[in-house]
Structures are given as structure tokens and as C-alpha cells.
């Protein structure tokens, strides 16, 4: 949270230290370097009278950033001391003005109180490394088909570059994170898909062991996960990443569970950008997805959703990740986005 410093008035000063600026001047002179300003005191002597247009400027600047704060204390209110799981990749990550933005929430978030997860894909970074040597990306149903080349490109990116990566940029912003994947400690133990045969290596959640997770998030860090796990053989798996987020907050009892993504969110008509839907219960998902309104990569993002509330997860919100501080205007307004609930 960020606090601003009193600002006094000179005639708060004793009768004996109070000085007049030359007209010129709007502040006190520095002190000489013998005798040094308070630490954390600030004086201004600015004239009662009205203030020259670039102060007023400042002034209203700051005040609207106390009435941002005064409006959003019920919500960090309410989610303080909560886990909230963050899925990131898609359009979020592409854009480094979009992966600022996201990466600074995060940071304010876990600074007021709240216990941010972040797990992580890199679909367009794996996509851009895989045409390097000479394998064109297929996907199937919105999974990445993945061979054993693919699979060796897929851990490479995932946990040794864009994992690093954004525990690096979250340090810079000023968090603490702690990079993680599925192999470490167990966090995530996979098994083959069913549709083994035509993805490749392309794995499900057979279990999720939190207990490496929860002192982390106690201390405050912030844990970054890259979503490559191992099955008991430690045959490595490429997770879906929206997947992975979901059992995992189920995992650590998040109370949210949020969805970045390069969509609006979920259209009752696919044809129409203003049929937004804006809150749907698990039977009405499930309804969208027998009805084919809901279909390719959208439907890994509506099931993972399902999949958590029904473990415990208070609510899951699918949210444009396009869209700036998109995060922040979820979480601590009321203006919501796609959110599934039971």
C-alpha cells in the first residue's frame, strides 16, 4: 500500500525557525548539510493562496490516487490474508506493455495483504523456439500436440527461460518470488492423457502436493510455477496450463481462481461480441459446452473451472487479458468479468 508523507505548514513550525521564502520560491530551502531534515518529514510552505496551475495539477492527481485507495479498502478488506491463483499466458504475456501491467498488479496485490499465485504457460515463446529447429506447433482441441522434441523445447522454455523470466520481473517491480514447476518436490505428479496416442506427451493432473507451496506463500513470497510435471516413471508431461492452475488452487484452498485469457470471455453467441456472459453457475457451463457455444481453447479454461469449485474453490473468473490492470479492476472493483460459480 502506498502511504504519502504529511505535509506541514509553516505555521506548525516554532515562531522562532519560521522563515519567508522569496516570492519566487513555493518550498523551503534545503537545510544545511550540518543540520539535516527529520527522516520522513517533509515541510512545504506553500502560500494559502491559490496555488500555481502545475501544484493544483499535482494536488488533484494525488487526491484522486487517495480516493482510489479509500474506494478499494472493502475489497482488500475482504481478500486480505486469501490465496488468489493467477493462470498467465495468451495476449498477457505477448505485450510488454500488458505483462508490465499484470506483473505490477501482482506485486500491489500481494503488498495489501493479498497471497498471489501466479502459474504460467508460454504457448507464443515455445510456438517461437519450436519453429527455431524446425517443428511446426499442432494443437488439437486447444492441446498442444506434443512429441518428444517438442516435449524437450516445451520444458526448456517453460522452466528454464519464462519461469525465470517473470520471477525476475517480479523481483525488479518489487515482490519476492520463488520459481517454480510441476517436478519440484512433487508439486505436481502427472499421468498420460487419455488421448495419449494423438497428443503425444501431453499430461493430466494425477495429484497435487501443496505442502512445498505453503510455507512460501506464508513468508509472503510469491510462487511462480511453470506447468511441466513428471508421471511416478519421471517421464515428463506438458500440463495445461489453465488445468494446472485450477488443482492447484483447489490444492492450497485458493479463494479465487483467475483466468487470463485473449477473449472477452465466454459469448452466449459466437457471433455476437455483446453476448457476453457475464456470471453462469457449473450446470449452465455445462450446458454451453453440450450446445458447442463453448469450444476449442475455451473449453480447457470453463472445465478447469468447474473442476475447482467442486474442489472448494470460492469463485473463478475468466478474465480479458488484454485488457490493462485487468487483474486489479477483478479484484478490487466491481466490475466483474466472465465469473463461473456453483
Not at 537545510?31 to 491559490?50: D, N, Y
Not at 495468451?90 to 498471489?116: F, H, N, T
Request: charged fraction near 20%.
Amino acid at each position: 500500500m502506498l502511504l504519502t508523507k504529511p505535509h506541514l505548514s509553516n505555521s506548525f513550525l516554532p515562531s522562532a525557525r519560521r522563515s519567508n521564502p522569496a516570492p519566487s520560491s513555493s518550498h523551503v530551502k534545503p537545510l544545511p548539510v550540518s543540520a539535516p531534515p527529520r527522516r520522513g518529514l517533509r515541510i512545504s510552505a506553500t502560500s494559502a493562496e491559490a496555488p500555481a496551475a502545475p501544484t493544483a495539477a499535482a494536488a488533484a492527481a494525488a487526491l484522486s490516487r487517495v480516493d482510489v485507495l479509500s474506494e478499494a479498502l472493502p475489497f482488500i478488506q475482504r481478500f486480505k490474508g486469501k490465496t488468489v491463483v493467477v493462470k498467465y499466458g495468451g495476449a498477457a504475456m505477448k505485450s510488454p506493455e500488458l505483462q508490465s501491467s499484470v506483473i505490477r498488479d501482482l506485486v500491489l496485490l500481494s503488498c495489501v495483504g493479498l497471497r498471489p499465485v501466479l502459474v504460467h504457460g508460454g504457448g507464443p515463446e515455445i510456438n517461437s523456439w519450436l519453429l527455431r529447429v524446425g517443428v511446426e506447433p499442432q494443437f488439437r482441441n486447444g492441446l498442444r500436440v506434443t512429441d518428444a522434441l517438442t516435449m524437450e523445447v516445451v520444458e526448456m522454455v517453460l522452466v528454464g527461460k519464462v519461469n525465470k523470466h517473470l520471477v525476475s520481473l517480479i523481483n525488479l517491480a518489487g515482490g519476492t518470488a520463488v520459481g517454480l514447476c510441476g517436478k519440484d518436490a512433487r508439486l505436481i505428479t502427472a499421468r498420460p492423457s487419455p488421448n495419449a496416442a494423438a497428443l503425444g506427451f501431453v499430461g493430466e493432473v494425477a495429484r497435487v502436493d501443496a505442502t512445498v507451496l505453503h510455507p512460501i506463500i506464508a513468508s509472503g513470497h510469491i510462487p511462480v510455477i511453470a506447468t511441466v510435471a513428471a508421471d511416478e516413471t519421471g517421464q515428463a508431461y506438458n500440463i495445461n496450463a489453465d488445468t494446472a492452475a485450477g488443482e492447484i488452487a483447489a490444492a492450497v484452498g485458493a479463494e479465487k481462481l483467475l483466468l487470463l485469457t485473449d477473449v472477452s470471455g465466454i459469448l452466449a453467441d459466437r457471433n455476437d461480441p455483446g453476448s457476453l456472459v457475464k456470471e453462469i453457475d457449473i450446470a449452465g457451463v455445462r450446458q454451453m459446452v453440450a450446445d458447442g457455444k463453448v469450444a476449442g481453447g475455451m473449453i480447457p479454461k470453463v472445465e478447469c473451472c468447474v473442476r475447482a469449485l467442486a474442489q472448494g474453490v470460492h469463485t473463478a473468473s475468466i478474465i480479458d487479458g488484454r485488457v490493462p490492470h485487468s487483474l486489479l479492476l477483478e479484484i478490487l472493483t466491481d466490475e466483474e468479468s466472465v465469473e463461473v460459480h456453483q
